[in-house]
């Protein structure tokens, strides 16, 4: 059974950070274009970052470039997310996404099209 599987999440107030982590299992995601979207409450579900299956491309939403960073460890089968300078507006539940046949350049505009979706897990940020 394939899952992925979000963690880091929790409470933290404006410009602290926080480091998701998702571990993939069932098989093995190597080959996978992986990455993070994002829900807040009455919002859609919007793009977060994006790594492509060597990760040497990365992709980010403007609203986060330059405060979160995407990274992976394909031995361990895991992609993080690291947020930095973190504002009110991050708050969002955290979902983590792979895909085999997407390129991470994709992930914004094609969510739609990925297959593999975790539970999310809750990152909220005071002021």
């Known amino acids: 059974q394939v899952q992925l599987v979000e963690s880091g999440g929790g409470l933290v107030q404006a410009g602290g950070s926080l480091r998701l982590s998702c571990a993939a299992s069932g098989r093995t995601f190597s080959s996978d274009a992986m990455g993070w979207f994002r829900q807040a409450p009455g919002k859609e579900r919007e793009f977060v970052a994006a790594i492509s299956w060597r990760g040497r491309s990365t992709h980010y939403a403007d609203s986060v470039k330059g405060r979160f960073t995407i990274s992976r460890d394909n031995a361990k089968n895991t992609v993080y997310l690291q947020m930095n300078s973190l504002k009110p507006e991050d708050t969002s539940v955290y979902y983590c996404?792979?895909?085999?046949?997407?390129?991470?350049?994709?992930?914004?505009?094609?969510?739609?099209?990925?297959?593999?979706w975790g539970q999310g897990t809750q990152v909220t940020v005071s002021s």
């Open positions: 996404a792979a895909d085999q046949a997407l390129r991470s350049s994709d992930f914004g505009l094609r969510q739609g099209l990925i297959h593999y």
